[in-house]
């Protein structure tokens, strides 16, 4: 069953991506295209067979990609699922992305697309493009992030599909994605970052929210190997179970913050997110959550 409307209720099913043949393809302002390390994909794996253990705990189902080598055809990984398709309620949206080359992904998560009562495909041209992680999904709200993976046009579309939503749009961040920089936990609570926003840029949506505001102080520095992908920020992409526990990297001060909000986490470090560029929200694809 695929349907979800926000990024908090309680999870039932869920992909959870992995690192295998993860690679830098031409084309994506890598610095040094080509192949992981073999490391970085072994430590990886491990990390991810790790999460899924825990999600399993708490009785979801998880799903994963069907394997394929990107690094044979100048494509991605199937690290980020998160970032290739946007669930709206039971409605699927096939999403137009940045990167032409991480069009292939959908070949090994097609299984959401046959399960789906509905499915949108964005046009594909380079107007109306977007990123699924570029949205936060808060029930009838859904928050855009205007940036260089996500166009007002892509926005406008949206708005048109979901005429019973609201498509906000925010600049707060000139990056790619929304979700190290909005983190929402719960109805009513959401985890932001200080260094992007500012009370005077706090997007509409949140402004009868209680916020955690947490920064770069706040957050213990994670190594990279080679280029990074992802900035230090990405101690703020959690994962909620339900409103009530998440799923965190090495981080104790996000741990104390949720915890003084009544909110419990499990803490499965992530050694290569920044390599890679994903955190425990974007390596998953909800797809059943109530």
């Not at 299984?111 to 594909?124: C, E, G, M, Q, S």
């Given at each position: ?281 974007c390596t998953t694809l909800d797809l059943h959550r109530g």
């Amino acid at each position: 069953m695929i349907n979800t409307v926000n990024e908090w209720d309680c999870l039932k099913e869920v992909i959870v991506g992995d690192a295998i043949y993860a690679n830098r393809p031409t084309g994506c302002h890598f610095e040094e295209p080509g192949p992981y390390p073999n490391h970085v994909i072994a430590e990886a794996t491990l990390d991810l067979n790790r999460f899924v253990s825990t999600l399993e705990s708490e009785g979801v189902i998880v799903h994963r990609p069907k394997v394929h080598n990107f690094q044979v055809n100048n494509g991605m990984y199937n690290y980020c699922p998160r970032d290739r398709l946007l669930i709206i309620g039971d409605t699927v949206v096939d999403c137009n992305m940045q990167y032409e080359c991480r069009e292939q992904e959908l070949n090994y998560i097609d299984f959401v697309l046959k399960d789906a009562k509905n499915v949108i495909h964005t046009p594909r041209n380079n107007i109306i493009k977007f990123d699924a992680a570029n949205i936060s999904r808060l029930g009838n709200t859904l928050l855009y992030l205007e940036s260089v993976s996500g166009t007002r046009q892509g926005a406008d579309w949206l708005q048109q599909q979901f005429p019973n939503h609201t498509v906000e749009v925010t600049q707060t961040y000139g990056g790619v994605h929304i979700d190290s920089t909005f983190s929402p936990v719960g109805d009513g609570l959401v985890v932001v970052n200080k260094d992007r926003v500012t009370k005077k840029s706090l997007p509409l949506c949140f402004k009868d929210w209680e916020v955690i505001w947490l920064g770069d102080e706040d957050l213990t520095q994670k190594s990279f190997t080679g280029e990074a992908f992802a900035s230090n920020y990405i101690l703020l992409n959690f994962f909620m179970i339900n409103p009530k526990l998440a799923v965190i990297d090495n981080c104790p001060k996000l741990e104390q913050a949720l915890r003084a909000n009544g909110v419990l986490s499990y803490t499965v470090p992530f050694a290569h997110s920044r390599t890679l560029g994903g955190g425990h929200h974007c390596t998953t694809l909800d797809l059943h959550r109530g």
